[in-house]
């Protein structure tokens, strides 16, 4: 979870033709499964794609992470660049020491939406809380099951030699042999 503050501001509302005041607010904001689905319902687009976002889409996806309640609409047009920094640095924190050698979640070209996401939640028996969690953290442990499921890996007749010569000559080493 990230807390930001939207500090105090004086806006010209275009629509009124009025200064409005906004106070101080101190959101808490979750990047998670939930986060991206409501999103994506209302925009019809992927989120997780490479497309540029729009101002307008990045302040609405902002209001999507919200879990404080009761916020004035008008509040997310206070946000500052130092708000927006904090909250892009969050939504690409990995939040979790797993690391892998190369990327494999949407590489293969297969576009990732929320509906994906649950469908290999399903299909992984990950438990539904998880869709609260920072959505980095959930992917990893997506990508986890599924590395974990997929059946042992056969050797090829090259890695199967170069093994066998390091077995043997670790062997010929503690058995102070040389053959």
Request: net charge positive; hydrophobic share 35%.
């Amino acid at each position: 979870m990230l807390k930001i503050t939207i500090p105090e501001r004086e806006m010209f509302d275009e629509t009124t033709q009025e200064f409005i005041k906004t106070k101080e607010y101190t959101l808490q904001l979750e990047h998670s499964l939930v986060s991206l689905s409501k999103w994506e319902a209302k925009w019809r687009v992927p989120f997780l794609s490479k497309e540029k976002k729009t101002i307008e889409q990045t302040i609405d996806y902002v209001r999507c992470m919200t879990i404080t309640q009761n916020i004035d609409p008008i509040v997310y047009n206070g946000l500052t660049n130092e708000n927006l920094d904090a909250i892009n640095k969050y939504i690409e924190d990995p939040m979790t020491a797993t690391t892998f050698s190369k990327r494999s979640i949407g590489s293969s070209g297969e576009i990732v939406t929320s509906e994906l996401i649950y469908y290999w939640m399903i299909a992984l028996n990950i438990p539904m809380e998880c869709q609260r969690w920072h959505l980095n953290r959930l992917l990893t442990l997506v990508k986890v099951c599924n590395i974990k499921n997929e059946p042992g890996k056969k050797m090829s007749r090259n890695e199967i030699m170069n093994r066998n010569s390091a077995l043997n000559a670790a062997r010929r080493k503690a058995m102070h042999s040389k053959g």
